[in-house]
Nanobody, 123 residues
């Protein structure tokens, strides 16, 4: 099983950009589909983006489509989320997650989660 550690969160003005990174431990990283989720204050956690084991397939929530790019480097055991044109409604704790089932955007299919990184977008 992998362990996940996110980084790259912070405070940014609306219209700005952030790049979130997630470092995974273990030698089986490439066997996991990876995803990003977020949870805003007082709201349920929601899906943001997913990427397949080899990185050939990606999927985005409508709320971030066109503004975000998910990528992975299996040689470095990392997955990243580049977010551009940030909006105040993007403010949330962002979680990296791994799914042994592969490419999926269903939260229940993810079995390993990071501790989260805070993203705050000021207006």
């Amino acid at each position: 099983q992998v362990q996940l550690v996110e980084s790259g969160g912070g405070l940014v003005q609306a219209g700005g950009s952030l790049r979130l990174s997630c470092a995974a431990s273990g030698r089986t990283f490439s066997s996991y589909g990876m995803g990003w989720f977020r949870q805003a204050p007082g709201k349920e956690r929601e899906f943001v983006a997913a990427i397949s084991r080899a990185g050939g397939s990606v999927y985005y929530a409508d709320s971030v489509k066109g503004r975000s790019t998910i990528s992975r480097d299996n040689a470095k055991n990392t997955v990243s989320l580049q977010m551009n044109s940030l909006l105040p409604e993007d403010t949330a704790v962002y979680y990296c997650a791994a799914s042994s089932l592969g490419f999926t955007w269903a939260e229940g299919h993810y079995d390993t989660w990071g501790q989260g990184t805070q993203v705050t977008v000021s207006s």
